[in-house]
T-cell receptor, first 116, second 111 residues
């Protein structure tokens, strides 16, 4: 079974530039999550999709971050404009059904973003 | 707001040692507690606990939950260098499937 695919693996940009990350979840997984993990911290949820609808975006900085999941499969997370404090690993995860498995998520390898 | 606190934040041991990692939590409507192992970037699932006092085991790893005292421990016996990783604890609420993570414990196992 293919895992969660993310790209790019690494990205270096200057502050005020824009950047986009892509995620392809495990086939058949209805729920998709984007997490931000700053060095030395645990992952923090940015946004959760159920199919192509947003379930939870309460911790997404909406003035600069946006995400979409067209057709309920792939997802894109965008930052515009980037700030220094956005330097982090951005993890995408998916799960089979919302609430099913009580939190058993499958994570991708992440995108490491450095903002200079 | 849900809160998860892990200790210690880092730990260095020698191969063959036994380690105990701690996780305490505060959550309004607790549903489950999960342990993940993070090597490089992708966290991988280890255990999910929902009931108090029931130990989950997988090889040299085991975990138990105490819902009264609001904590969990992860034990690793006969540690190996391949156990070196960050171990993350997370909780979920009954209202959804969001995982709230602790800061993690960085475990280093030296040969």
């Amino acid at each position: 079974e293919a895992g969660v695919a993310q790209s790019p693996r690494y990205k270096i940009i200057e502050k005020r530039q824009s950047v986009a990350f892509w995620c392809n979840p495990i086939s058949g997984h209805a729920t998709l999550y984007w997490y931000q993990q700053i060095l030395g911290q645990g992952p923090k949820l940015l946004i959760q999709f159920q199919n192509n609808g947003v379930v939870d975006d309460s911790q997404l900085p909406k003035d600069r971050f946006s995400a979409e999941r067209l057709k309920g499969v792939d997802s894109t997370l965008k930052i515009q404009p980037a700030k220094l404090e956005d330097s982090a690993v951005y993890l995408c995860a998916s799960s089979l059904v919302r609430g099913q498995g009580l939190g058993k998520l499958f994570f991708g390898s992440g995108t490491q973003l450095s903002v200079l | 707001e849900d809160k998860v606190v892990q200790s210690p934040l880092s730990l260095v041991v020698h191969e063959g040692d036994t380690v105990t990692l701690n996780c305490s939590y505060e959550v309004t409507n607790f549903r489950s507690l999960l342990w993940y192992k993070q090597e490089k970037k992708a966290p991988t699932f280890l255990f999910m606990l929902t009931s108090s006092g029931i130990e989950k085991k997988s090889g040299r790893l085991s975990s138990i939950l105490d819902k009264k005292e609001l904590f969990s421990i992860l034990n690793i016996t006969a540690t190996q260098t391949g156990d070196s990783a960050i171990y993350l604890c997370a909780v979920t609420e009954t209202s959804g499937s969001r995982l709230t993570f602790g800061e993690g414990t960085q475990l280093t196992v030296n040969p």
